[in-house]
């Protein structure tokens, strides 16, 4: 075969070797491209947004005593779907082990196959654990795969949980309050908790994350995980309240032990007021709840409405004096029924009525919801009759909840000045309920009724007590079966001569045969309370 021949073969050889080697590589390419478009078609963009949320602010006392604060814990979860094989089978071993150490509820064994499972199925939130404290939260973190952060395979996946968290537990729980997502129930806002929730709310912080696939020459993907946006939270603001919880867990203790084993009782309640400024230094509020067992379930001093009995007489005396400018209050016996019939009976029915309104009806600067109405039968009123002048003077034909009344002693002992009582500091409210005379002569005969009662009390009392049946629907005073509800209470102020607290506390019973057996208790509970180490440290501090 000649030179020239075999050169002309050897180069055709060449040249079908190159294009049988070109169309291969496009053979593979093509086949690869398929692949990795076959692969994208399972990897689809998506944007996403995500929230933070913002811390709750705290509620605390008037001497700063963290009433309700918020306790932070974690739940983990696992996308087991992320990572290379190799990464994974590597950090099994040590994943599992260290998971079993930290959080003693399964085996290293039982967490391998329990971790091999969710990987298998390529569980995305494959849960680990919840309600974890930071301490086990950064234990975790060292931990194999969850330590790396997730475009290297890692899939440690943390929400953050808020619980409040009362280090005072029941103490003045419902006056505390709370907040709840409830459709059915017509209010989900209660105390202070409900009354600023926007404030101790804050604002939540959101971002929006763009998770995109790009494909890469050679049939390989990346995975883009990005933040586009993202809105910092806002934490909320702190609330601080005018209670003493050291009072508070006085009157509490005192008032408990006093109705325990009282099986007809079933409220009761015992409020204490700054007489300088209105501020409520406590306000416990108790209830049965379907055991038997007395809790802070409902805002007793501002939700029960009932008949007050004689503590009403301040107010019958100074509503007569307003209709007749001649009546003098001075010696007054405002234990006397007949003296303040006495003293109704002359004053024109409307006037008398229309000044009790006036001194009764009062401002809702609490910050809570729930704040019962004075409620009084008045001339123009159908049940109106020949008796009913004398029935209101005598604390009947009338009803209001403790704090109005608790508002009434609160004015008398600064010298007739009335001033709104309040649980948030606020701008302050006065109103003129008395001239300084009336209030004097009103405060001597508060101090002659309370002498006998309150004798030994730590301090010089002036108030009253007082007891009434309270109304049964369609039943009046008293049920089929012969029995009477009742409402007993003791409000005044002390020291008599220089008050610094003004206090009520008022028990209610249930129908029964035998209900004066509570009356004594509102006095005794006070005369307890008054007579208290921490109360005479507030006394001391206040008049000082």
């Keep these: 075969m000649a030179k020239s021949t075999k050169i002309y073969i050897a180069c055709a050889s060449a040249v079908l070797a190159i294009i049988l080697g070109s169309e291969i590589f496009k053979t593979v390419r093509f086949r690869k491209y398929c692949e990795s478009t076959d692969a994208m078609k399972t990897h689809i963009d998506t944007v996403r947004s995500f929230s933070t949320q913002a811390r709750r602010g705290d509620i605390l006392d008037c001497k700063g005593n963290i009433l309700a604060t918020i306790d932070t814990v974690y739940n983990v979860h696992f996308d087991?779907?992320?990572?290379?094989?190799?990464?994974?089978?590597?950090?099994?071993?040590?994943?599992s082990t260290g998971l079993a150490e930290i959080l003693k509820d399964r085996t290293p064994s039982e967490y391998n196959s329990y971790l091999n499972k969710g990987r298998a199925a390529q569980r995305r939130y494959l849960e680990i654990c919840k309600d974890v404290g930071q301490s086990t939260l950064d234990s975790l973190k060292s931990l194999p795969l969850f330590n790396l952060p997730f475009s290297k395979g890692g899939g440690m996946i943390v929400e953050t949980i808020q619980k409040r968290v009362y280090p005072y537990g029941p103490l003045a729980r419902r006056t505390i309050g709370f907040v709840r997502n409830n459709p059915e129930l017509y209010n989900n806002h209660i105390g202070i908790e409900g009354s600023f929730n926007k404030a101790l709310s804050g604002k939540d912080g959101y971002g929006i994350i763009k998770d995109k696939h790009i494909r890469l020459p050679f049939g390989k993907i990346k995975h883009i995980h990005k933040a586009i946006k993202v809105v910092n939270s806002e934490n909320g603001e702190n609330v601080k309240i005018e209670l003493d919880i050291k009072m508070q867990a006085a009157a509490d203790s005192i008032l408990r032990a006093a109705i325990k084993g009282h099986k007809g009782i079933k409220g009761a309640c015992l409020m204490t007021v700054s007489t300088n400024s209105g501020a409520i230094r406590t306000m416990v509020n108790l209830t049965k709840d379907a055991h038997g067992v007395f809790g802070e379930y409902y805002n007793v001093s501002i939700g029960y409405g009932y008949e007050p009995g004689r503590i009403i007489a301040p107010a019958t005396a100074l509503a007569a004096a307003k209709c007749s400018s001649a009546l003098s209050l001075e010696g007054m016996d405002l234990t006397s029924r007949e003296a303040l019939a006495d003293m109704a009976c002359k004053c024109c029915p409307s006037a008398y009525c229309d000044s009790l309104k006036m001194m009764l009806h009062g401002e809702n600067s609490l910050g809570l919801e729930g704040l019962s109405s004075l409620k009084l039968v008045s001339p123009d009123d159908n049940s109106w009759s020949d008796n009913t002048l004398t029935s209101i003077a005598n604390g009947y034909s009338i009803m209001a909840p403790a704090i109005r009344w608790l508002a009434l002693y609160t004015a008398i002992a600064r010298d007739g000045?009335?001033?709104?009582?309040?649980?948030?500091?606020?701008?302050?409210?006065?109103?003129?309920?008395?001239?300084?005379?009336?209030?004097?002569?009103?405060?001597?005969?508060?101090?002659?009724?309370?002498?006998a009662r309150m004798s030994g009390t730590a301090y010089e009392m002036a108030g009253l007590t007082g007891s009434s049946f309270i109304a049964m629907p369609g039943a009046g005073y008293t049920d089929e079966y012969g029995r009477h509800a009742m409402q007993s209470s003791y409000a005044g102020f002390f020291p008599a001569d220089t008050p610094a607290f003004s206090i009520i506390c008022m028990v209610y019973s249930e129908p029964m045969t035998d209900s004066y057996t509570i009356t004594g208790i509102p006095s005794q509970v006070v005369k307890e309370f008054v007579s208290s180490s921490i109360v005479a440290e507030r006394v001391k501090e206040t008049l000082e």
């Excluded at 302050?428 to 009724?449: G, I, N, V």
């Design 80 to 95: 087991a779907a992320l990572g290379k094989d190799s990464v994974w089978v590597e950090a099994l071993p040590a994943l």
């Design 417 to 451: 000045d009335g001033i709104a009582m309040h649980l948030v500091d606020s701008p302050a409210y006065h109103y003129r309920l008395c001239s300084k005379e009336q209030a004097d002569a009103l405060a001597e005969s508060l101090k002659a009724a309370s002498a």
